[in-house]
């Protein structure tokens, strides 16, 4: 593949990557948003096939693997599991108005933009827009954290903003070496273990939504 | 023999915490305890003696150098400390039904996971490593955390993990694009390693390592506490178990500002030192500035030391701000002050907590009148976290003056001073009651037991002694650990 096909190709992935992360901030129910997550963590992992074939760099077809087993697939498969097992009647519980949220995405999105492009010569050397889609993605998944009342929510926008990440560091730098790929997604699977944890835990003991408790302050 | 310890260290503290899993008897896991910080503390002893005279120390992505080897000797020290603290803290927690009997030995084994993370998090020379060791110790400690299980325990540990891990995600995303200015000059190879980094740091492209400081420091600024990224601290300082909270505050939240240390100096060798120092400099003065009517209106004794820390690690930051070698000299030794002090004053609480059996400060009064020494050791610990002469903290609050003052900061200055003796006020006025008048009803009656109180002795004259003089050889290490971020 010639480097303009690689670049179209990602700019295309990186449009996608977008749409999904609107899917996620306007998604009505946490079943659809956990789709859209798994939906784009496929997208990464399309990503980084299509860099590997590129580059010839070998470690990326490991990392597009891996994502896609674990992010793409075993991690919406836990959500999904908790989803039916809490048998959550309340849906996403946005802390301010879904249209709300999307406008201010919309905000984001321009400045991650208008960031890169303050950057000028730098961002020529670096694969297409992966850098603006790269920022606002990890952005707007802090954006759906903030807004959003529920703990799977929550969990859903930490795993968006990795995905942020993960985007940029695969066309930014044809990926971070191998061992510390493979060290962060161990620390993603340990933190998400835990928190479901904590979720099963705090709904036997109070039926509560662990975000939604609210006694310390302060 | 230096490279040796380097990968036996982080080994001992993860060997520990496997060990501790196969036996429940009380006395057996806190022998294990005491012990592995022992070894661990003389072996790092044994390893700062080796850098002292050989120089820094790599082996793969590990590497040791002065600046390391400040925020190692802390936390030796702490955990050591903490060890000898837990015995009798321990017992008195089982005998009142704080902790499960049955759960002790997970306790233990997540307390040296804890600090083998935070072992490897100080050790590591590659940025990707040091990434995955603080999300490691992000990880740990939130178990710890809500290790009570109590719905405010698990409210405060999700509250911390997802603050946290969403904050050090922006910190990998600062980790990235410093890696690519890097790749951009040296290639793949080694681009990760902070060392290498620093050696081709002038040449690297100042508007990305820019854009990359700033998210850093967002990143790890959550983590190290900065407001007003510090939500997850108060609760977290105040739900989880003593030791946890002495070892978060003493250490964890230090080891996030070692870390922005580190990218300081690259993104100082890369774009000048005055952007990083500058925003340092914000960060710092929000924190003091934002922790202040919290001390003053507190009622809860550990969400008091929490929004303290938050004060302390401004202080830091404000020193790194002030930069420059009287600046970064005095933040590196307010890390080590700050660490004993606030480990010593969590502790002092902890007893004072489980004498009273309430954390509310109305409730703890006439402290001195049941139990003289612990007062007089968290009277102590108050009078050093006030800033009062002739305190370890004392010291490290004027050098950090003396370094603003030498670069003529006087707004930066002014609201500094005027937060200290605020906070002097305040935190005098709650300590005060607690410690003299009249015991109420709740006071516990009993004999004050050796174990908590040894270890709180062994902190509060590293305070004493701090604060009269600083050790010739430490003095020495601190220089040179400046020199390192200074060059």
């Known amino acids: 593949m010639n480097p303009e096909t ?32 798994a939906a784009q963590s496929l997208l990464i992992a399309i990503a980084g096939a299509v860099l590997a074939t590129a580059t010839g760099n070998e470690d990326l077809w490991v990392i597009a693997g891996v994502t896609l087993a674990i992010k793409a697939i075993v991690l919406p498969w836990v959500l999904h599991w908790v989803v039916r097992r809490l048998n959550v009647r309340r849906e996403i519980e946005p802390v ?12 984001v999105v321009v400045m991650a933009f208008h960031l890169s492009a303050s950057l000028g010569p730098v961002r020529q050397a670096i694969t297409g827009n992966a850098l603006p889609v790269g920022i606002a993605l990890t952005l707007l998944g ?77 | 023999m230096a490279r040796t310890l380097l990968w036996v260290l982080p080994l001992i503290p993860t060997i520990t915490a496997l060990l501790m899993l196969t036996t429940r008897a009380r006395r057996i896991l806190s022998a294990i305890d005491v012990g592995s910080s022992a070894v661990l503390f003389a072996l790092t002893l044994v390893l700062a003696r080796e850098v002292a005279t050989g120089g820094p120390q790599a082996l793969g992505v590990l590497r040791v150098d002065d600046l390391g080897l400040v925020f190692l000797l802390l936390l030796v020290v702490l955990t050591l400390a903490v060890s000898i603290y837990t015995v009798g803290w321990l017992r008195q927690a089982v005998e009142v039904g704080n902790m499960k009997a049955e759960h002790l030995r997970s306790y233990f084994a997540l307390m040296h996971a804890f600090v083998a993370t935070i072992v490897v998090t100080v050790l590591a020379d590659n940025l990707g490593v040091l990434w995955i060791a603080m999300e490691g110790t992000t990880i740990t400690s939130a178990v710890l955390i809500g290790y009570h299980g109590h719905q405010h325990g698990l409210e405060a540990a ?20 410093v890696y690519a200015a890097a790749t951009g000059v040296m290639g793949g190879a080694g681009a990760m390693n902070w060392s290498a980094i620093m050696k081709i740091a002038p040449m690297l492209d100042p508007g990305i390592v ?7 420091m967002v990143g790890y600024g959550t983590k190290a506490g900065l407001a007003p990224m510090h939500l997850w601290l108060p609760d977290a300082h105040s739900q989880a178990p003593t030791p946890v909270s002495a070892l978060l505050s003493g250490i964890l939240i230090k080891c996030a500002l070692l870390a922005i240390i580190r990218f300081q100096a690259i993104a100082a060798a ?42 302390h690690v401004g202080i830091i930051a404000l020193g790194l701000g002030f930069s420059g070698s009287v600046g970064t ?68 609050e ?20 005027v937060m200290v003796v605020v906070i002097f006020a305040g935190l005098l006025h709650h300590v005060g009651a607690m410690v003299f008048g009249e015991p109420t009803a709740a006071a516990g009656r009993q004999a004050e037991a050796w174990s908590p109180l040894f270890g709180m002795l062994m902190l509060a004259a590293m305070i004493v002694l701090f604060g009269l003089t600083i050790p010739a050889s430490f003095g020495g290490l601190l220089q040179r650990a400046t020199e390192v971020v200074v060059g």
Not at chain 2, 210 to 216: L, T
Not at chain 2, 399 to 415: D, E
């Open chain 2, 210 to 216: 820019r854009i990359g400081f700033v998210f850093v």
């Open chain 2, 158 to 177: 999700w509250k911390y993990i997802i603050v946290t891990t969403i904050g050090i995600s922006f910190g990998l995303f600062g980790t990235v694009l």
């Open chain 1, 96 to 107: 301010i108005a879904i249209s709300a949220t999307l406008a201010l995405a919309v905000a």
């Open chain 1, 6 to 37: 690689v670049q179209t190709i990602i700019d295309d992935l990186g449009a996608l990557l977008l749409f999904t992360m609107i899917l996620i901030i306007a998604a009505r129910q946490i079943s659809h948003a956990i789709h859209a997550v």
């Open chain 2, 270 to 311: 890369a774009c000048g030192p005055a952007f990083p120092a500058e925003v340092l400099l914000v960060f710092g003065l929000i924190s003091i500035v934002v922790a202040t009517p919290f001390i003053l209106v507190q009622q809860d004794i550990k969400r008091l030391l929490g929004y303290s820390s938050i004060e």
């Open chain 2, 329 to 396: 000299y005095g933040a590196l030794l307010h890390v080590v002050n700050h660490g004993v002090t606030k480990a010593l004053a969590f502790f002092a609480a902890g007893t004072a907590i489980a004498r009273y059996g309430s954390r509310d400060i109305h409730v703890i009064r006439g402290l001195f009148a049941v139990a003289p020494i612990g007062a007089t050791l968290l009277m102590l610990a108050a009078l050093s976290l006030a800033a009062v002469a002739p305190f370890s903290i004392f010291v490290s």
């Open chain 1, 142 to 218: 802090v954006l759906v954290m903030a807004t959003r009342m529920t703990a799977l929510t929550q969990m859903v926008g930490l795993f968006a903003s990795e995905n942020g990440i993960f985007f940029t560091a695969m066309a930014v730098t044809q990926g971070m070496p191998l061992i510390i790929e493979i060290g962060v997604i161990l620390d993603v699977i340990l933190a998400a273990l835990v928190m479901t944890i904590m979720v099963l835990r705090v709904r036997s003991t109070v039926d509560a939504d662990i975000a939604d408790l609210d006694r310390l302050r302060g």
């Open chain 2, 398 to 417: 004027l050098t950090v003056l003396r370094a603003g003052i030498g670069r003529g900061h006087w707004v930066a200055i002014a609201i500094f001073l």
